[in-house]
């Protein structure tokens, strides 16, 4: 299996997803800004509410109660896989030496794995609540800590050969500077879990001698690299606190939306942003988690069922992954147990959105809940189930581009304007 050109098509599938009719799907037509088909207004519903209703209780619980609690969750869960890897590494280092049982390694490896899945079980809710930090510079943050859909292993491969030997391109190596896809979560992923030591490159530029070196050179070396790659996802999370919690962060400026020099005019502004993060269970947990996988939209395998272009290929997380994406998007929705959409549907006279989609992601995460093996896994032994997970998230994300946008008079973010699905 070539990882790299899998997820590749994964990641191109994602980024047209907007694009392409999934089959079997349904079509409906999308308002946006710059687009110009405007979907007809539900009858009882007023697309332009006049309401008494506390936007800035909705902005301040949200940026309090629910977005700043899962950043503080994912530093902290970044930390603590820092020093579970690194024990990992000196077990095998002492086992390269004679010094460590194969029981001993596979303790300690087991260790940093569960520390790797605690921290990806939190990045993933904190993917729906991509604001502030998350989307400057063009999400640049957030790809230095999760690429996917945009991985390449081949890439990881060569980086370990980089940090072994301490320099690249003739410079002191520094993992700052590295692309996203060479680094993050997602390279940590493959380090961990990957059980196959030579290096996975298709092309013929590949790491010089790494495939001739000894089994336990090469686990030494990719651990250490792991070790290099779960510090700089922390000091990723240490920015994102930062930028978002510390002295004019972007917590403040949501929560002071409206003001007199605020970057957002009124409050609806911020609560658009807010919503935009919203679409992410859209285009990316939908589209690229469960529909190209599906075969509903283009991948490698030619429009079928691929287990091979599944999000974790590695740690077999998917599944885990979709249900923390579902689980952000019910607090958002909800607002947990403060002001959330929900209460702001039902202040605008439309109890019917807010119940159907509350309902729905709940019969969602049931339905993922419920899953007995891996995607990959699924999708060979029981693909009508993938085929009602991705229907169910569905039935949210059709509720989300029309009647929510539409009551709420907010506008769908630009990755979505004209979207037919």
């Known amino acids: 299996m070539s990882v790299n050109i899998n997820h590749t098509a994964l990641s191109i599938a994602v980024a047209a997803a907007f694009l392409v009719t999934g089959c079997g799907e349904s079509t409906s037509s999308s308002s946006g800004p710059n687009f110009d088909i405007t979907p007809a207004p539900n009858p009882t519903q007023n697309p332009n509410p006049n309401?008494?209703?506390?936007?800035?209780?909705?902005?301040?619980?949200?940026?309090?109660?629910?977005?700043?609690?899962?950043?503080?969750?994912?530093?902290?869960?970044?930390?603590?896989?820092?020093?579970?890897?690194?024990?990992?590494?000196?077990?095998?280092t002492d086992a390269s030496l004679g010094n460590a049982t194969n029981e001993q390694v596979s303790a300690t490896r087991d260790n940093a794995k569960v520390a790797w899945r605690n921290t990806m079980n939190v990045w993933q809710q904190a993917e729906l609540m991509k604001v502030g930090p998350l989307v400057d510079n063009e999400g640049l943050l957030r790809d230095i800590i999760y690429s996917w859909p945009v991985v390449n292993s081949c890439s990881v491969d060569f980086e370990?050969?980089?940090?072994?030997?301490?320099?690249?391109n003739g410079q002191p190596f520094n993992i700052?500077?590295?692309?996203?896809?060479?680094?993050g979560l997602a390279a940590i992923e493959y380090l961990l879990f990957n059980e196959q030591l030579n290096h996975s490159c298709t092309t013929s530029t590949q790491p010089e001698?790494?495939?001739?070196?000894?089994?336990?050179?090469?686990?030494?070396a990719r651990c250490q690299f792991a070790v290099e790659a779960a510090r700089?996802?922390?000091?990723?999370?240490?920015?994102l606190i930062t930028a978002w919690s510390g002295n004019n962060g972007f917590a403040s400026i949501l929560k002071a939306a409206g003001s007199i020099g605020n970057q957002f005019s009124t409050e609806l502004e911020a609560i658009n942003l807010?919503?935009?993060?919203?679409?992410?269970?859209?285009?990316?947990?939908?589209d690229g988690k469960l529909a190209t996988p599906l075969g509903l939209q283009a991948n490698s395998c030619g429009s079928q069922a691929c287990p091979d272009v599944v999000e974790s290929v590695y740690a077999h997380h998917s599944i885990a992954n979709i249900e923390n994406n579902l689980l952000a998007f019910q607090k958002l929705l909800t607002g947990g147990t403060g002001t959330?959409?929900?209460?702001?549907l039902i202040d605008v006279g439309d109890q019917d959105t807010a119940d159907s989609?509350?309902?729905?992601?709940?019969?969602?995460?049931?339905?993922?809940?419920?899953y007995q093996n891996s995607l990959a896994e699924t999708l060979v032994n029981n693909e009508a189930q993938v085929t009602k997970t991705h229907a169910n998230v569905k039935e949210v994300t059709d509720k989300l581009k029309i009647d929510f946008i539409t009551s709420l008079s907010l506008e769908l973010p630009a990755t979505s304007a004209g979207d037919n699905d």
């Open 274 to 286: 807010i919503s935009d993060g919203l679409f992410y269970l859209e285009t990316f947990t939908k």
């Open 232 to 239: 700089d996802v922390n000091n990723s999370a240490k920015e």
């Open 340 to 344: 959330g959409f929900t209460h702001y």
């Open 51 to 92: 309401t008494s209703f506390d936007q800035q209780a909705l902005l301040k619980n949200i940026t309090d109660n629910i977005i700043t609690p899962v950043f503080e969750q994912f530093s902290t869960a970044s930390a603590a896989q820092i020093p579970e890897i690194a024990a990992y590494c000196q077990m095998e």
């Open 209 to 220: 001698n790494w495939d001739n070196q000894t089994d336990e050179y090469r686990k030494v």
């Open 160 to 168: 370990v050969v980089n940090f072994k030997a301490g320099v690249v």
């Open 357 to 370: 989609m509350s309902t729905d992601v709940q019969l969602a995460i049931d339905g993922v809940q419920n």
């Open 176 to 183: 700052a500077n590295r692309t996203p896809s060479r680094r």
